[in-house]
């Protein structure tokens, strides 16, 4: 069960997932209350849940015409980022004791205290609560903890940088381009990241086209690199190529179509 997530991979219908996915992580959810300290089923239900919330529940928000019902599912993702956190921590917790209160004094020494069977964990923990600042509206006590995204994702990266076949840079990407200089960011840090999170998916994997498209190309206002990546990920044969990674670039497709459809709202 706590390996389930990855059953899900090489599905070739979304919908079918979307219906799927709460059950099984529900059921997760009852296995896991007879066995609070299992560490494969807190990494799954960290990975499941953000990963639920992010292609379907936000997509499916952000994608609404009625302002209420965005609104709603806005919210919603928010809440389920944040229970993903929670799973997080505590399988970081359960394989250290006292992490958390460590990660909140001194994010360094505590993310020093992770090993490489940890990856999985600091990614999920990494991925969901940054999602959950991003998607906060601007919640001052979310915001003041995104440095300790960032460690738990830098370790990550020292780590094992080939996680998920570039994940890990995919994340920078965005980590990098979505920010101002000011507040760190860096456009050419993300397109040294976005290269290599290329590189470690073989061709294989269209997410970082996108990603690289919807922050670093909306960012710098170039409308023809943003079409460009864009065209890239809808030509690639999502349901014959690359089967591993079938589920992800199908939703990946969605999405780019949804930006492409955009494309005279976030260029002047």
């Known amino acids: 069960m706590s390996s389930g997530g990855y059953s899900f991979a090489a599905d070739d219908d979304p919908d079918l997932v979307r219906e799927a996915a709460p059950f099984a992580l529900k059921a997760q ?7 609070p300290g299992h560490r494969g089923l807190l990494a799954s239900l960290c990975r499941g849940f953000t990963q639920y919330a992010s292609a ?5 928000a952000v994608e609404q015409s009625d302002a209420e019902r965005a609104a709603a599912g806005k919210e919603r993702a928010n809440r389920l980022f944040l229970r993903a956190k929670e799973y997080g921590m505590r ?3 359960a394989a250290h004791p006292g992490f958390g209160e460590r990660l909140a004094a001194d994010p360094a020494s505590a993310v020093a205290m992770a090993g490489e069977e940890d990856v999985p964990l600091l990614f ?4 969901s609560w940054s999602l959950a600042i991003s998607t906060s509206g601007g919640v001052p006590t979310l915001l003041a903890d995104l440095p300790r995204c960032e460690s738990l994702m830098r370790r990550a990266l020292a780590l094992r940088e080939d996680y998920e076949h570039g994940s890990i ?11 101002p200089g000011p507040m760190g960011g860096s456009l050419d840090k993300a397109r040294r990241h976005f290269e290599r999170a ?17 922050t670093v190309s909306v960012r710098t206002q170039n409308r023809e690199e943003f079409l460009g990546l864009l065209s890239r990920a809808l030509a690639f044969d999502a349901r014959e190529e690359a089967p591993e990674f079938r589920l992800a670039n199908l939703l990946s ?4 179509k949804w930006l492409v459809g955009r494309v005279d709202e976030l260029f002047l």
């Open 253 to 256: 497709q969605r999405k780019a």
């Open 198 to 214: 290329m590189e470690l998916g073989r061709g294989r994997k269209i997410s970082p086209l996108v990603t690289f498209a919807e």
């Open 91 to 93: 399988g970081l917790e």
């Open 56 to 60: 379907f529940v936000w997509q499916d």
């Open 169 to 179: 840079h995919e994340y920078f990407v965005a980590f990098e381009g979505g920010r």
């Open 124 to 127: 999920w923990t990494a991925a």
């Open 29 to 35: 959810e009852s296995l896991l209350a007879q066995d």
